[in-house]
C-alpha cells in the first residue's frame, strides 16, 4: 500500500481500509470459531488435524489482530501529539486555518 506522509485522502482510505480489515478479520475469526463448535462432535484423524490447524491459525489472527489495533492506537496518538505541537508552535497559524474552515463551512450550510 501506498502511503501519503502529508496525511492527505490517502492515508485516510488506509485507515478506513484497515478498520474495514479489523472488522472483516473479527468476523472470520468468530465464524471460524462457531464453525469449530459445530464440528466438535465430528471424529476422525482428518478433522481433528482440521480443527487443530484452524485453532492455531485464528490464535495467530488474533495476535495480528491485536498488533495491527496497538499500530493504529500508536499512529492517531503519534498525529494528535504532531498537531498538538504544530498548534502550540503556530497558534495565530492554527487559529487562521480554523477560522477559514469555519467561513467555508458556513459558507457551505447557508446555501442550503
Known sequence: ???NPNG???SEMTATHKEKLMTDLKLVIADAEELM???AGDVGEKASAIRMRMQARMEQAKVDLARLQENAVARAKDASKVADNYVHDNPWTAIGI???VGVVLGMLISRR
Open 1 to 3: 500500500m501506498q502511503s
Open 8 to 10: 492527505g485522502p490517502m
Open 37 to 39: 463448535k459445530l464440528t
Open 98 to 100: 480554523a477560522a477559514g
